[in-house]
């Protein structure tokens, strides 16, 4: 039943009743991993669609000099890799925890034999992804008509929501990433990242210190310009 619970609360599987639930429940495995673990490398055969329940996992990709390129961070309720379970391809990145991290792991092929028993499942889970889309779209033309600033700070107040823990007045994040990761994220400069930091450090609505950034002033932050 903790495992029902559990997936009630991931998007993909919103629209499945009780019965269907309780079949995807059969299949799921809970996997704890250690902060700066590797989930997955990229090119190795997909074996398994993941779940964030709690955690925050970075995606990458590394070029032949070997340096990584983040191409993505995953908080809590994301699933991961997007190819899902109807693209049989290799993981098309590399996938680390950046913290103590939890997640739900459905191995592709005990989904796809369940799908086949029951057909229902698969068609809920294509509409629930084709809303997916729409929102994704919707939110890439928000993206790229939103000015860089706003950007970051609409990750910061994401990440406060989602992986920040209060304490007092003030909501710690531990995002133990480099200024230049966080820019490859939000798709600008280094330069640009640190500016806009220092100067939120400034008018003391955040603290940065080398894996962690604390919102002092939560307000302050949504409401900067």
């Given at each position: 039943m903790e495992k029902q619970s559990v997936l009630q609360q991931v998007p993909l599987f919103q629209d499945l009743n009780e019965q269907e639930l309780a079949r995807i429940g059969e299949i799921v495995i809970h996997r704890t991993f250690t902060k700066k673990t590797v989930i997955f490398t990229e090119g190795s055969e997909k074996e398994a669609v993941f779940f964030i329940q709690n955690g925050l996992v970075k995606a990458y990709k590394t070029d032949e000099t070997g340096h990584e390129q983040i191409v993505s961070l995953l908080?809590?309720?994301?699933?991961?890799?997007?190819?899902?379970?109807?693209?049989?391809?290799?993981?098309?990145?590399?996938t680390e925890?950046?913290?103590?991290?939890?997640?739900?792991?459905?191995?592709?092929?005990?989904?796809?034999?369940l799908i086949l028993a029951m057909p229902t499942i698969a068609c809920k889970v294509i509409d629930v992804?084709?809303?997916?889309?729409?929102?994704?779209?919707?939110k890439?033309?928000?993206?790229?008509?939103?000015?860089?600033?706003?950007?970051?700070?609409?990750?910061?107040?994401?990440l406060a929501d989602k992986q920040g823990e209060t304490?007092?007045?003030?909501?710690y994040i531990d995002l133990p990433i480099t200024n230049q990761e966080l820019a490859?994220?939000?798709?600008?400069?280094?330069?640009?990242?640190?500016?806009?930091?220092?100067?939120?450090?400034?008018?003391?609505?955040?603290?940065?210190?080398?894996?962690?950034?604390?919102?002092?002033?939560?307000?302050?932050?949504?409401?900067?310009?």
């Open positions: 908080q809590t309720g994301d699933m991961f890799p997007h190819t899902g379970f109807f693209k049989h391809a290799p993981y098309p990145a590399t925890t950046l913290v103590d991290t939890d997640l739900l792991a459905i191995p592709v092929r005990a989904f796809e034999q992804l084709s809303s997916k889309i729409r929102d994704l779209q919707q890439l033309q928000q993206f790229t008509g939103t000015d860089v600033n706003r950007r970051i700070l609409s990750f910061l107040l994401d304490k007092g007045s003030r909501i490859n994220v939000v798709g600008t400069s280094r330069e640009t990242v640190s500016r806009l930091l220092n100067q939120l450090k400034k008018e003391q609505i955040i603290d940065k210190q080398r894996s962690q950034i604390i919102i002092l002033d939560k307000d302050a932050l949504r409401g900067w310009k």
